[in-house]
């Protein structure tokens, strides 16, 4: 079973920035989609940003221009960079990776966002 480890999260005051990132302990082979998702005390957990094979991206309009999602297939790496943060973002956020078959998600790392 592959495991993913999230790491980068931590408080920040708002208008800040953090680099999460989502290690996999191998690679993993035709996956369909890669992408993190966040959850809060008082949501559901939310789909933030995704990833697709060919190279291109899908953003949800509440992060849109401020985060971007990347990967580094040589290191088994995925990255989430946020700026501009803003207290609505604090949240845990999980890496997701989707295969055909299986779905696989990280612990989370607590991002936090102060006034």
């Known amino acids: 079973q592959v495991q993913l480890v999230e790491s980068g999260g931590g408080l920040v005051q708002s208008g800040g920035s953090l680099r999460l990132s989502c290690a996999a302990s191998?690679?993993?082979?035709?996956?369909?989609?890669i992408a993190w998702y966040r959850q809060s005390p008082e949501k559901t957990r939310e789909l933030v940003a995704r990833?697709?094979?060919?190279?291109?991206?899908d953003y949800v309009d509440f992060i849109k221009g401020r985060f971007t999602i990347s990967r580094d297939s040589g290191k088994n790496e995925l990255y989430l960079q946020m700026n501009n943060l803003n207290p609505g973002d604090t949240a845990v956020y999980y890496c997701?990776?989707?295969?055909?078959?299986?779905?696989?998600w990280g612990q989370g790392t607590q991002v936090t966002v102060s006034t």
């Open positions: 997701n990776i989707y295969t055909a078959a299986d779905e696989l």
């Open positions: 191998r690679a993993i082979i035709g996956w369909l989609t």
């Open positions: 990833l697709f094979p060919s190279g291109s991206t």
